[in-house]
C-alpha cells in the first residue's frame, strides 16, 4: 500500500503461463538433464543453462543477520488518532485517520536463521513506516530495556550469549556458561534479567505481546521544540504467555509455532494490531527522576508518566515471498523522519552507526535501499552513484552539487528539510558514565515484587533452571550474590534449587548510597495488568474424537467455539475418516502424535461411548493431563468426564478451568468459553492458591 492505501512497489515475477527461460531470457528446451557427449558420456562445459542455474543456486544464501536471525513479518498501517502537532511535525502523526503503509519484523535475538520459534529469549519488535517524508524505522524489542548501557558492551554481551565458539552449542539459549559468566560480571543487566526471566521471553504468541522504543527518544514540533518520548506497542488481544514447558515441548512439536500462528491469523483474517502510546515528558521532568532516562536499563514507569495513545497498527498481509521481504528487510535505528530524533543515549549512538554498518556485508554493498521492501514511498533524489547491485539508471552527467549544468538539482530542502533539534551541548572529551547510571537494583526489584505469586515462581524456576546448566560453581555463587541485591527470597529460592546451603554474601553495589525510588510496585509490570479484548478469538481448541464418537455434540460444541472466533480442531487417534456413534464418517484435522497438547489452548472431551478407548490410550491420556499442568482450560461433556478422571484431573478444581457439563448446551459451553477467555488457570500450580 503507499500512503493513499495503494501497493507498495514490487518486482513481481510471477510465472503463470509462461515457458521456463534462463537469465537471460533464453527459452529452456529440457530441464531434467544435463548436456552429454552420449548418453553415458561426460557432461559438457559448454552446457550455459545447467552451469547457470547451479552457480546462481550455489549463491542463493546471504549471510544471516548477527543478531535477530530468526524472524517473521508482516505488512500493515499504522492509522493515526489525533493530529500532534504541538508535538510533532512528523507527516504520519499530521492528521486523524492519516494511513502510513508499515512492515513489521519479529524476532528472537540468539538463535541462527533455523533455530525455534518458543526458545526462551527477548523478541524484536522492528516496525518500518513507509511515510510520505521518507522511511522511519522504530526497532525495538518486546522488553522495554536493555542488557547494556553502552554500546561499547554490545558484541561482548552477543559473544556471551551465542553458542560457544569452541563447539557451536547451544542453539537458541542462554542457559550456559559464557552468557551467565558475563552477566555475573554486569550488574548492569540485571533489570533486563528479570524480564528475560519471566514469561515475557516465552510469549504466546507474537500477536500477544508488547513493544517497546526501549530508548529515549525526541519529538520535535514546527516551531523545534522538543519533548522526551518513550515508545510503547500494546496488543489488542492482551499480554499472555507460554509456560516453559510448553514452550519445550512446542520446539519439538512445532519449531515454526509463531510464524505460523502469525501467518495463520492474518490468513484467517484475524489480523493482529497494536495500540501505539508514548510517554511524554521534557527535560526538567526527567532531571528529578531517580535514574537517567539516557540509561537504556531503566523504564520510566507509567505511575510517574502515564501512556498517552496515538494510534494503532494492524497487520493485514503477509509477504509474498520470505527471502525477497523478511530476509532482504533492512531496518536501521538512524531512519529517523522530520520531527523524530535521537537522545543522548549511548546506547543508541552505537545502533545509529551498526544497523547501516551490518547491511553492508548482510546485503552485499551500499545499494540495500534499493531493494523493492527497503525503497521508501517518498522519491529519493541524490546525487550518490554506482556501488554494487545498483538499480537505479541515473540520466545525465551532473552527480555533484551545487551545479548549474542541471538547473542546481536537486537542491537542498532549506527549512523543509530534516533537521536536528539544536541540543546544546558542553563537555569534556572522557570515556564514563553518568551518576545516575549507577544504581543497578531498584527497578529489577520493581519488577519482580510487581509480580504475580506464580510469575514470581516461575522467574525462580527460569533462574534455577539457566544456572542449573552452568557448569562452573563461582558463576553460580556470582549470580546468586547478585540476586540477593534484587530480592532475597528470590535469592533464597534460586540457591536452595541449586543445592547451594550456604547464600553467598551479595555482591558489593557499584553505588554504596541508596537511592530512592520513586515506585515500588507498579501493575503494569504485571502480564496480567493488560488482559486484551476479544476474548477467545483465534484461541486453538482440541476436541478430543475417536469411532463412535457423539458427533452431534461435537458440532454443537464447535459451533459455539467457533462462533467465538476461536479455531477448532478435531484431534484423535489418527488423521483422516473415523466413524461416529451413527457409522457416519467424521473427518479428523490431527492426531495426538502430530498435534500434541501444547499446541492447543484448550480441550474439550465429548459425550459418548468412545470415551472408554481414549481412557485406554496412553497419549490421549498425556494430551489431558498436559493441558491440566499447563494451566488451560479443560471442558468434559457427559462420558467425557471418564477421560479426566482416568487422566487423575479432578473436576472438582477449585480454579474454574474444569468445566464439566452434561451436553454441549449453552450454559455448560459459556462458562467453557469464560474459562478459555481467562487463557490460563496458574493457581493449579500451587498448593494452596497463591496468585
Ligand atoms: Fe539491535 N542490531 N543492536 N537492538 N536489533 C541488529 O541489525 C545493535 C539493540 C534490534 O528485524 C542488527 O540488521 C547494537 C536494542 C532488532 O531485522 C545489528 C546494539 C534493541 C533487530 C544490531 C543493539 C535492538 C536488531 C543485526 C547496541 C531494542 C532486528 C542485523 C548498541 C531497542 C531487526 C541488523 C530486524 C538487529 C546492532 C541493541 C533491537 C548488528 C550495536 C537496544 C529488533 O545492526
Known amino acids: 500500500m503507499n500512503a493513499a492505501g495503494g501497493e507498495l512497489p514490487r518486482v513481481r515475477a510471477d510465472s503463470g503461463g509462461q515457458a521456463l527461460t534462463t537469465n537471460q531470457g533464453v527459452p529452456v528446451a529440457d530441464n531434467q538433464s544435463s548436456l552429454k557427449a ?100 522504530l526497532v525495538g524489542n518486546n522488553i522495554p530495556v536493555f542488557f547494556i548501557q553502552d554500546a561499547m558492551k554490545f558484541p ?16 537458541a539459549a542462554s542457559a550456559h556458561d559464557t552468557f551467565w559468566d558475563f552477566i555475573s560480571l554486569m550488574p548492569e543487566s540485571m533489570h533486563v534479567i528479570m524480564w528475560a526471566m519471566s514469561d515475557r521471553a516465552i510469549p504466546r504468541s507474537y500477536r500477544m505481546m508488547q513493544g517497546f522504543g526501549v530508548h ?48 495463520e491469523a492474518i490468513e484467517a483474517g484475524e489480523y493482529p494490531e497494536w495500540e501505539l502510546g508514548v510517554q511524554v515528558f521534557d527535560e526538567a521532568q526527567a532531571d528529578r527522576f531517580s535514574f537517567d532516562v539516557l540509561d537504556s536499563t531503566k523504564i520510566v514507569p507509567e505511575e510517574l508518566v502515564p501512556i498517552t495513545p496515538i494510534g494503532r497498527l494492524v497487520l493485514n498481509r503477509n509477504p509474498d515471498n520470505f527471502f525477497a521481504e523478511t530476509e532482504q528487510v533492512a ?11 535521537f537522545t543522548n543515549d549511548p546506547l543508541l549512538a552505537g545502533r545509529i552507526h551498526s544497523y547501516v554498518d551490518t547491511q553492508i556485508s548482510r546485503l552485499g554493498g551500499p545499494n540495500f535501499h534499493e531493494l523493492p521492501i527497503n525503497a521508501p514511498l517518498a522519491p529519493v533524489h541524490n546525487n550518490q552513484r554506482d556501488g554494487m547491485h545498483r538499480q537505479a539508471i541515473h ?41 545516575k547510571f549507577a544504581e543497578h537494583y531498584n527497578q529489577a526489584t520493581l519488577f519482580y515484587e510487581s509480580q504475580a505469586g506464580h510469575e514470581q515462581q516461575h522467574i525462580i524456576d527460569a533462574f534455577s533452571f539457566e544456572l542449573s546448566k552452568v557448569t562452573v560453581p563461582g558463576i553460580r555463587r556470582r549470580m546468586v550474590a547478585m540476586l540477593r541485591n534484587v530480592a532475597e527470597p528470590l535469592a533464597a529460592a534460586v540457591a536452595a534449587n541449586l543445592g547451594m546451603p550456604d547464600l553467598p554474601e551479595p555482591l558489593p553495589r557499584a553505588n554504596p548510597r541508596p537511592v530512592k525510588p520513586e515506585v515500588t510496585r507498579s501493575e503494569f509490570l504485571s502480564l496480567h495488568s493488560r488482559p486484551g479484548e476479544g476474548g477467545i478469538r483465534t484461541r486453538k481448541i482440541a476436541i478430543l474424537v475417536t469411532d463412535g464418537v457423539d458427533s452431534a ?21 489418527h488423521i483422516g475418516l473415523i ?113
Request: glycine share 10%; aromatic share 8%; charged share 25%.
Open 38 to 137: 552420449g548418453l553415458r558420456g561426460p557432461a559438457l562445459l559448454k552446457d550455459f543453462i545447467l552451469r547457470e542455474k547451479i552457480t546462481h543456486f550455489d549463491h542463493e544464501r546471504i549471510p544471516e543477520r548477527i543478531v535477530h536471525a530468526r524472524g517473521s513479518a508482516a505488512h500493515g498501517y499504522f492509522e493515526c488518532y489525533e493530529p500532534l502537532p504541538d508535538l510533532t511535525c512528523a507527516s504520519l502523526f499530521a492528521e486523524a485517520g492519516k494511513r502510513t503503509p508499515v512492515f513489521l519484523r519479529f524476532s528472537t535475538v540468539a538463535g541462527e536463521r533455523g533455530s525455534k520459534d518458543t526458545a526462551r529469549d527477548i523478541r524484536g519488535f522492528a516496525v518500518k513506516f513507509y511515510t510520505d517524508q521518507g522511511n522511519w524505522d
Open 216 to 263: 529515549t527518544y525526541r519529538f520535535v514540533n514546527a516551531e523545534g521544540e522538543s519533548k522526551l518520548v518513550k515508545f510503547h506497542w500494546n496488543p489488542r488481544l492482551g499480554t499472555h504467555s507460554h509456560v516453559w514447558e510448553e514452550a519445550v515441548k512446542i520446539s519439538g512439536a512445532d519449531p515454526d509455532y509463531h510464524r505460523r500462528d502469525l501467518w
Open 553 to 573: 455434540g461435537v458440532a454443537q460444541a464447535a459451533q459455539a467455539l467457533i462462533a467465538k472466533g476461536a479455531v477448532v480442531r478435531l484431534v484423535g487417534q
Open 156 to 171: 561482548d554481551l552477543v559473544h556471551a550469549v551465542k553458542p560457544e565458539p569452541h563447539h557451536g552449542m547451544p542453539q
Open 579 to 691: 466413524k461416529d456413534h451413527a457409522g457416519q464418517p467424521l473427518d479428523v484435522d490431527a492426531s495426538f502424535k502430530n498435534s500434541p497438547s501444547a499446541l492447543f489452548d484448550a480441550a474439550l472431551v465429548p459425550d459418548g461411548g468412545a470415551v472408554d478407548a481414549l481412557c485406554a490410550d496412553g497419549l490421549a491420556l498425556e494430551f489431558i493431563r498436559d493441558q491440566f499442568r499447563h494451566g488451560k482450560a479443560l471442558c468434559a461433556l457427559g462420558a467425557g468426564i471418564r477421560l479426566l478422571e482416568q487422566a487423575g484431573v479432578s473436576p472438582d478444581s477449585a480454579d474454574g478451568g474444569v468445566i464439566v457439563a452434561k451436553n454441549a448446551g449453552k450454559t455448560g459451553m459459556m462458562r467453557f468459553i469464560e474459562a478459555v477467555a481467562r487463557h490460563r488457570h496458574p493457581e493449579r500450580e500451587s498448593d494452596p492458591p497463591k496468585v
Open 395 to 435: 540520466r545525465g552527467r551532473v552527480a555533484y552539487e551545487p551545479n548549474s549544468l542541471a538547473g542546481g538539482c536537486p537542491f537542498q530542502a532549506g527549512a523543509a528539510g530534516y533537521a536536528p533539534f539544536p541540543e546544546p551541548i558542553a563537555g569534556d572529551e572522557l570515556r564514563g558514565k553518568p551518576e
Open 331 to 341: 531496518f536501521c535505528v538512524a531512519h529517523v523522519v522530520p520531527g523524530i530524533d
